[in-house]
T-cell receptor, first 115, second 111 residues
Framework: DTAVSQTPKYLVTQMGNDKSIKCEQN?????MYWYKQDSKKFLKIMFS???????INETVPNRFSPKSPDKAHLNLHINSLELGDSAVYFC??????????????FGSGTQLSVL | GEDVEQSLFLSVREGDSSVINCTYT??????LYWYKQEPGAGLQLLTY?????DMKQDQRLTVLLNKKDKHLSLRIADTQTGDSAIYFC???????????FGRGTSLIVHP
């Protein structure tokens, strides 16, 4: 019954590998997001996606790519992982990005550790 | 400087009131939010306030907004140990639907 679920919860991998994090929401929301939270808890938007547009934070390396097979899913693919990619990645969703009062619902996070 | 700033830590005694402060830079902010993050979990929306309001109360939570100074605060009355968490301030401006978050304030409640 989890509203926004992401898997895996923990991901430990070697530098240079390619990995994916999956996210699914069962709230019927139109917009999904990926945020990166660093070791100092700073939460930074990476991507925002609905069926109309993908907004990419220009500071995100192109090794990161979102993939949305349908509006309930937004997966995050990461190529050639680097040490600096270690962080907690949060998926989130919201009802309608055009609504001024945009409330985000977050998943429980994926702790990525790159060795 | 950052768009949304908060102090990093706040320590209070159980039963006291906690006040967590936040400042932001975007004068076109429409909605301002407080999210709570418990250990090992995602953020959960606690409360929000529209920019034309000065105050909003919701049970033990009181949000105060000083739009002139671009200052937002969250007061938690009768703070309990279960309130220990990281509290994030976020703002959403009219120009973007994506909220910008502060770095979070770690609230520590001790007996």
């Amino acid at each position: 019954d989890t509203a926004v679920s992401q898997t895996p919860k923990y991901l430990v991998t070697q530098m240079g590998n390619d990995k994916s994090i999956k996210c699914e929401q069962n709230l019927g929301h139109d917009t999904m997001y990926w945020y990166k939270q660093d070791s100092k808890k700073f939460l930074k938007i990476m991507f925002s996606y609905n069926n109309k547009e993908l907004i990419i934070n220009e500071t995100v390396p192109n090794r990161f790519s979102p993939k949305s097979p349908d509006k309930a899913h937004l997966n995050l693919h990461i190529n050639s992982l680097e040490l600096g990619d270690s962080a907690v990645y949060f998926c989130a969703s919201s009802q309608d990005s055009t609504d001024d009062n945009e409330k985000l619902f977050f998943g429980s996070g994926t702790q990525l550790s790159v060795l | 400087g950052e768009d949304v700033e908060q102090s990093l830590f706040l320590s209070v005694r159980e039963g006291d009131s906690s006040v967590i402060n936040c400042t932001y830079t975007d004068s076109s902010s429409t909605y301002l939010y407080w999210y709570k993050q418990e250990p090992g979990a995602g953020l959960q929306l606690l409360t929000y306030i529209f920019s034309n309001m000065d105050m909003k109360q919701d049970q033990r939570l009181t949000v105060l907004l000083n739009k002139k100074d671009k200052h937002l605060s969250l007061r938690i009355a009768d703070t309990q140990t279960g309130d220990s968490a990281i509290y994030f301030c976020a703002e959403r401006s009219g120009g973007s639907y994506i909220p910008t978050f502060g770095r979070g304030t770690s609230l520590i409640v001790h007996p």
